[in-house]
């Protein structure tokens, strides 16, 4: 794929990661369109691209309505003239144990509530999908060659206290390879899918964390700091140039490890 001069659409793209992915994007010439539920930051981040020459339409919209999918994507091709990849970094999280239980009588005093675990299923997972089916839709429609590139976590191996969050990212992890072998099976051979899956990473819910929680966690990481978004997006970029990584999901975490030094 040529990186100059394509066009991609990043979900969650004025905040974290998401943002710098648009902003490395814009860097190597790519035509941005930066898709958020937060308008006034999706302006911002649209706004700052064009400042420093590149090109950027902002978009506010909710990954869970369809028609908000609809919208963004139509409203991208309309404006570029072709679709050629889709990052999903639209997340939430909403953390919390699947039962908590009353010191004094051992009884359950509280479960998770529904609405907790349905949100961060509805906004990761299937913002993700809807994200990644309408993109591929345009793609195959418009002829272009594309890249999917849904988000995943470390943490899809399974975390405490993430019962919800875990579970989208598990499902998450498993896309690359059954949308690409279904993309086998019907005979759609330019568009491939490359899942990203972070470890701890340098954003604002991390570093203004309680220091010595961060310091217990970053004992457990090889190299000894939190992962940068910024590579992060080197990694989305290599992997837009790089056609023989598909299919797959690529862990990015300075060598995550439980305790005892077992690789997670």
Request: hydrophobic letters at 45%; glycine letters at 10%.
């Amino acid at each position: 794929m040529q990186i100059k001069d394509s066009v991609a659409i990043v979900t969650g793209g004025a905040s974290g990661i998401g943002q710098a992915v648009t902003r490395r994007l814009a860097r190597e010439g790519v035509k941005v369109a930066v898709v958020d539920v937060n308008d006034a930051q999706v302006a911002q981040v649209a706004n700052e691209i064009r400042a420093a020459g590149g090109e950027a339409i902002g978009i506010q919209a909710d990954v869970t309505r369809e028609e908000d999918t609809a919208r963004f994507i139509q409203l991208t091709v309309e404006t570029f003239g072709q679709l050629n990849m889709a990052v999903t970094c639209a997340g939430i999280i909403r953390d919390g144990t699947m039962l908590s239980l009353d010191k004094q009588t051992g009884k359950v005093s509280r479960k998770l509530d529904l609405e907790k675990f349905r949100s961060v299923i509805d906004v990761n997972l299937n913002g993700t999908f809807l994200t990644l089916r309408d993109a591929a839709e345009a793609m195959v429609n418009g002829g272009w060659p594309g890249l999917l590139v849904p988000i995943s976590s470390v943490n899809k191996v399974g975390q405490i206290g993430q019962l919800n969050y875990s579970s989208a990212k598990a499902a998450i992890e498993r896309m690359p390879k059954i949308i690409v072998g279904e993309f086998l099976l019907r005979g759609i051979q330019n568009i491939r899918c490359v899942g990203i899956a972070p470890g701890y990473t340098e954003t604002a819910l991390l570093t203004q964390m309680n220091q010595d929680a961060l310091k217990a966690i970053l004992a457990d990481v090889h190299l000894g700091r939190l992962i940068k978004p910024d590579e992060i997006a080197d990694m989305i970029t290599y992997c837009m140039s790089n056609e023989a990584l598909n299919a797959t999901t690529i862990e990015i975490t300075g060598g995550l490890c439980y305790p005892h030094g077992i690789a997670k």
